[in-house]
């Protein structure tokens, strides 16, 4: 018996179900000779479609968690997923007050069940509780963890200091129950994320199962699962609790409980130290890095030291290279990325402070004010600023309360109508080129900041919350605008990296 044959003809991404069925209509038939098929025989990766490039296998990996000796990784091995809850709902909301009255719901639900359940294997010496246990979606959502902590008769308890900020989203923050019991999986983010004193930065990739294009985002605090897409997220620090830690009378607490590590490997910095024939301590010397350079179009080879710290930002500005994207688009759809580190010592230079600029816009994207010529209408009258006295006619009352922001209509992106009372317009075209986990930051802006409600447990999450506990009524119009400016920025620095060209020599 021979092998069967698989013939495949690509219609193209992107396309909903009647464009799709339209041009399959026009074909007719599987045997029109105008259909240019392809015959489809896997590589040794098994791939069939989107074939990986086997140059990408020439660069440094990525990360490995096997690889504890850390031979030619860029990162140490305790890198680690974003959180997943596996009940948003319920840990995540815009109100911390609202957040904080559900968890204490849905801790009650669940020990009232844990009693329930040990009083009726006590009395009816019941083995298997599964068929006893309320799946009541409203009150609680049930996962092999907490069924595990139900069959152990293990209390749930609020912990006032597991309430923290999570980025949820790309540019959307949500306040988070950050606890091991209530979040399904936690992975290393305790190992990130000591508390509130000790900071990090992560910088934030797709998972290997991403089907969106490519896109990498910088965290300094908690990111969800969701934050980039099942993202992996690889830290400049880790902290690691020291063994009998004592306190003195001049000691912090927190100088002495952790120790913290570096998540950039010794290998990739002595091996950029080697190519690039600059020595160093891995101490940054004051002034080196984000003002190192003062004419941002040439990136003269630095006299100084290199640390683990330029290495990072290098990671992130090489991360946001257009042709490094395309050229390896497969690969990063089914692998963790792989970096070389490119040959001309002004190019590293030239990453690394354009990562450290993307951080500093991505990390603080809601600080920055709106570009010229964006007009901001409050019932369809324009203001020059948003700070301007709203004691004019009319407009004494300003409604900042959203929604659901929404276009004007299809393909008119210049326009936002942001409540019934607020339009901004003149929107230029190139913000919407920045585009993070499948779609443009200004679009997850409009998409996260609406209210919802949770169609299983019936809660509410409402951003104008966020605007209110942070004292801010404008808070959301504020961010829109602000993100504007972001991808704008975004776009220029990008657009200014250096070219690459893959030669396979």
Same mark, same amino acid.
């Given at each position: 018996?021979s092998?069967?044959?698989i ?9 909903n ?31 069939w ?8 296998l ?7 968690k ?12 305790f890198y ?5 809850t596996?009940?948003?709902a ?22 009232d069940?844990?009693i329930?359940?040990?009083?009726k ?18 009150e609680?959502?049930?996962?092999d963890?907490?069924i ?6 293990y209390?749930?308890?609020l ?12 540019f ?9 019991k209530?979040?399904?999986r ?6 990130l994320?000591?508390?509130n004193k000790l900071s990090?930065?992560l ?15 910088i ?14 997220c690889?830290?400049?620090?880790y ?12 000691? #912090?607490?927190?100088e ?7 998540g950039?490997?010794?290998f990739?910095?002595?091996r ?6 600059i ?19 040439q ?6 030291h290199?640390?683990k710290?330029?290495?990072f930002?290098?990671?992130y500005?090489f ?7 395309t ?5 990063l ?5 792989r ?14 402070k ?9 990390l603080?994207?809601?600080?920055? #004010?709106?570009p ?5 209408l409050f ?29 004007? #209509?299809?393909?008119?992106k210049?326009?936002?109508?942001y409540n ?9 075209a190139e ?8 779609k443009?930051a200004i ?16 809660i509410?999450?409402?951003?104008n ?17 602000? $993100? $504007?400016?972001v991808s704008?920025e975004?776009m220029?620095i990008?657009?200014a990296?250096?070219?690459?060209d893959?030669?396979?020599?």
């Amino acid at each position: 018996m021979s092998k069967a044959k698989i013939y495949y003809y690509d219609i193209g991404d992107y396309l909903n179900r009647e464009e799709k069925l339209k041009i399959v209509k026009k074909f007719g038939s599987v045997i029109n000779d105008d259909i240019d098929w392809k015959v489809l025989e896997p590589n040794e990766h098994g791939d069939w479609i989107s074939v990986r490039d086997d140059f990408f296998l020439n660069f440094y990996q990525f990360g490995d968690k096997d690889n504890k000796r850390n031979a030619r990784v860029v990162f140490n091995p305790f890198y680690s997923n974003g959180l997943k809850t596996q009940r948003d709902a319920w840990c995540y909301n815009s109100s911390q007050v609202k957040l904080k009255g559900n968890i204490i719901k849905t801790i009650k639900f669940y020990n009232d069940e844990r009693i329930r359940i040990q009083k009726k294997k006590t009395e009816e010496n019941l083995e298997d509780i599964l068929d006893e246990i309320q799946y009541n979606n409203k009150e609680f959502s049930w996962s092999d963890n907490t069924i595990k902590d139900l069959e152990n008769n293990y209390e749930y308890v609020l912990i006032d200091d597991s309430f923290t900020i999570s980025l949820y989203r790309p540019f959307f923050k949500q306040k988070v129950y950050f606890n091991r019991k209530l979040n399904e999986r936690v992975y290393q983010m305790p190992k990130l994320f000591i508390n509130n004193k000790l900071s990090n930065l992560l910088i934030c990739v797709p998972g290997t199962s991403s089907k969106a294009d490519y896109s990498v985002l910088i965290a300094n605090i908690i990111p969800d699962l969701g934050f980039n897409s099942a993202c992996q997220c690889f830290p400049l620090y880790y902290y690691e609790e020291k063994k009998n830690a004592t306190n003195n009378l001049f000691s #912090q607490g927190d100088e002495t409980e952790y120790i913290r590590r570096d998540g950039v490997s010794d290998f990739i910095l002595e091996r950029a130290r080697k190519q690039y024939g600059i020595k160093g301590t891995g101490i940054r010397e004051e002034g080196l890095g984000k003002n190192t350079f003062d004419n941002q179009s040439q990136f003269p080879a630095p006299k100084s030291h290199i640390t683990k710290e330029d290495i990072f930002y290098y990671v992130y500005g090489f991360l946001h290279s257009p042709e490094y994207r395309t050229k390896f688009a497969n690969d990063l759809k089914k692998m963790l990325p792989r970096l070389p580190l490119v040959e001309d010592v002004r190019d590293f230079w030239h990453f690394s402070k354009a990562g450290r600029q993307l951080a500093e816009l991505h990390l603080n994207y809601e600080t920055y #004010q709106p570009p010229q010529g964006v007009i901001v209408l409050f019932d369809r009258v324009p203001r020059e600023s948003i700070n301007d006295s709203l004691s004019g006619s009319g407009l004494q009352d300003v409604n900042y309360r959203v929604e659901k922001m929404r276009f004007p #209509q299809k393909g008119q992106k210049d326009t936002i109508i942001y409540n019934s009372q607020i339009t901004i317009e003149n929107i230029p075209a190139e913000a919407y080129e920045y585009v993070v986990n499948g779609k443009s930051a200004i679009e997850w802006i409009m998409e996260r900041y609406q209210v919802t409600i949770h169609k299983e447990s019936g809660i509410k999450n409402d951003p104008n919350d966020w605007s209110d506990e942070v004292g801010n009524p404008r808070y959301i119009l504020d961010l829109l605008l602000s $993100i $504007i400016t972001v991808s704008l920025e975004t776009m220029k620095i990008v657009n200014a990296l250096p070219k690459l060209d893959f030669g396979e020599e």
